[in-house]
T-cell receptor
Framework: AQSVTQLGSHVSVSEGALVLLRCNYS??????LFWYVQYPNQGLQLLLKYTSAATLVKGINGFEAEFKKSETSFHLTKPSAHMSDAAEYFCAVRRDGNEKLTFGTGTRLTIIP | EAGVTQFPSHSVIEKGQTVTLRCDPISGHDNLYWYRRVMGKEIKFLLH????????ESGMPNNRFLAERTGGTYSTLKVQPAELEDSGVYFC???????????FGDGTRLSIL
């Protein structure tokens, strides 16, 4: 069974600093990969998705993620953190032919003024 | 375009009672999914409808949970009788086809006392 590991349940960065949220997947073949964000009192919102078209994926709000097959990673980055980025971020994977998403445990991002 | 709508947003009931959660997917979306996040754990898949048919119900915890999607529009998830371990946030998602991203609702926070 495939799984997703998010390193760090809590990450704090200063406003303006680089945001790096880590995600590793276990899969024998490259799956479909997603990053979702949950702002306080809201549902999950899709940030970006990897579907094998390009290894560097750009998403909304200045976020991007790079698929690295050799490292089985799909880390999420943003060059400069903004206060509005404070939220919980989820990495998810879906295997071709199977609809269900498998989520990581989530990383809560705190932005320090 | 209206997003995925879930009702109620919060529900507090006593152990042994029955609760029904409702999900209205995005109009025209044939695929509807239920997920659950128990406190401190990852978001887990419960089941997947294609129109009114259950495509995958491998994540349903036990027979106290009953999901329906009569007519292929909105869906309900009934828990009867509710147990303490059923507490958590129940998310619904929908997608227009299998290779399109899943759009999530704001979730229903269920508390069993």
């Amino acid at each position: 069974a495939q799984s997703v590991t998010q390193l760090g349940s809590h990450v704090s960065v200063s406003e303006g600093a680089l945001v790096l949220l880590r995600c590793n997947y276990s899969s024998s073949v490259p799956p479909y990969l997603f990053w979702y964000v949950q702002y306080p009192n809201q549902g999950l919102q899709l940030l970006l998705k990897y579907t094998s078209a390009a290894t560097l994926v750009k998403g909304i709000n200045g976020f991007e993620a790079e698929f690295k097959k050799s490292e089985t990673s799909f880390h999420l980055t943003k060059p400069s953190a903004h206060m509005s980025d404070a939220a919980e971020y989820f990495c998810a994977v879906r295997r071709d032919g199977n609809e269900k998403l498998t989520f990581g445990t989530g990383t809560r991002l705190t932005i320090i003024p | 375009e209206a997003g995925v709508t879930q009702f109620p947003s919060h529900s507090v009931i006593e152990k042994g009672q029955t609760v029904t959660l409702r999900c209205d997917p995005i109009s025209g979306h044939d695929n509807l999914y239920w997920y659950r996040r128990v406190m401190g754990k990852e978001i887990k898949f419960l089941l997947h409808f294609v129109k009114e048919s259950k495509q995958d119900e491998s994540g349903m915890p036990n027979n106290r949970f009953l999901a329906e999607r009569t007519g292929g529009t909105y869906s309900t998830l009934k828990v009867q009788p509710a147990e303490l371990e059923d507490s958590g946030v129940y998310f619904c998602a929908s997608s227009s086809s299998s290779n399109q991203p899943q759009h999530f609702g704001d979730g229903t926070r269920l508390s069993i006392l």
